[in-house]
């Protein structure tokens, strides 16, 4: 069975950064590339950054201008997004996802169960 | 940056066609991908590769692409299939990924 367990999120400053981490299991995590996905509460979902299998390629959206970087540690089978310079906008669910039925970042087939964060003073 | 055009919201009977259109200049060259979610849940991916259908998704499900434009139809809608509908794709070069703004649909 696949899973994706999230954690990480929290209650973080404006202007400071934090590290999610997704835990896989239940599949060939290196085989696989990975995304991150976002969703304020009550609003739609917001692709955030993909990652090839190998971790060689790794793709971001323009909207973020560099502020988050995805990476993931095929040893660990764990996938990461760092994120930096935290404003009130990136408060949101952010989801880890498996990509099964595209390339790249497209056709998610597994979505973990989501990890808040939220930018306050 | 690239967006991805969806109407808020489309109503539609039991037993009618939903059809939730999602429109972008970039649909002419990269795949459409669509999901369904429903409240409190994780989306579900219904449609991959513009057209083809997941294991487990019923057939009612089908998706086109025409274009700049890319259809989702749900046939003999049932009151199970209300949710929100989200397309996703990809800019022009595949450098990113987008969603569009979701659909909500209603059945009557």
């Known amino acids: 069975e696949v899973q994706l367990l999230e954690s990480g999120g929290g209650l973080v400053q404006p202007g400071g950064s934090l590290r999610l981490s997704c835990a896989a299991s239940?599949?060939?995590?290196?085989?696989?590339?990975m995304s991150w996905v976002r969703q304020a509460s009550g609003k739609g979902l917001q692709w955030v950054s993909g990652?090839?299998?190998?971790?060689?390629?790794?793709y971001n959206s323009d909207s973020l201008k560099g502020r988050f970087t995805i990476s993931r540690d095929n040893s660990k089978n764990t996938l990461y997004l760092q994120m930096n310079s935290l404003r009130a906008d990136d408060t949101a669910v952010y989801y880890c996802?498996?990509?099964?039925?595209?390339?790249?970042?497209?056709?998610?087939?597994?979505w973990g169960q989501g990890t808040l964060v939220t930018v306050s003073s | 940056s690239y967006e991805l055009t969806q109407p808020p919201s489309v109503s539609v009977s039991p037993g009618q066609t939903a059809r939730i259109t999602c429109s972008g200049d970039?649909?002419?060259?990269?795949?459409a991908y669509w999901y369904q979610q429903k409240p409190g849940q994780a989306p579900v991916l219904v449609i991959y590769?513009?057209?083809e259908r997941p294991s487990g998704i019923p057939e009612r499900f089908s998706g086109s692409n025409s274009g700049t434009t890319v259809t989702l139809t749900i046939s003999g809608v049932q009151a199970e299939d209300e949710a929100d509908y989200y397309c996703?794709?990809?800019?022009?070069?595949?450098?990113?990924?987008?969603f569009g703004g979701g659909t909500e649909l209603i059945v009557l």
């Open positions: 996802a498996k990509v099964g039925y595209g390339s790249a970042f497209l056709g998610i087939d597994y």
């Open positions: 239940g599949f060939s995590f290196s085989n696989y590339a």
């Open positions: 990652i090839s299998g190998s971790g060689d390629t790794t």
């Open positions: 970039a649909l002419s060259k990269q795949y």
């Open positions: 590769k513009d057209s």
């Open positions: 996703q794709s990809a800019d022009s070069s595949g450098g990113y990924g987008v």
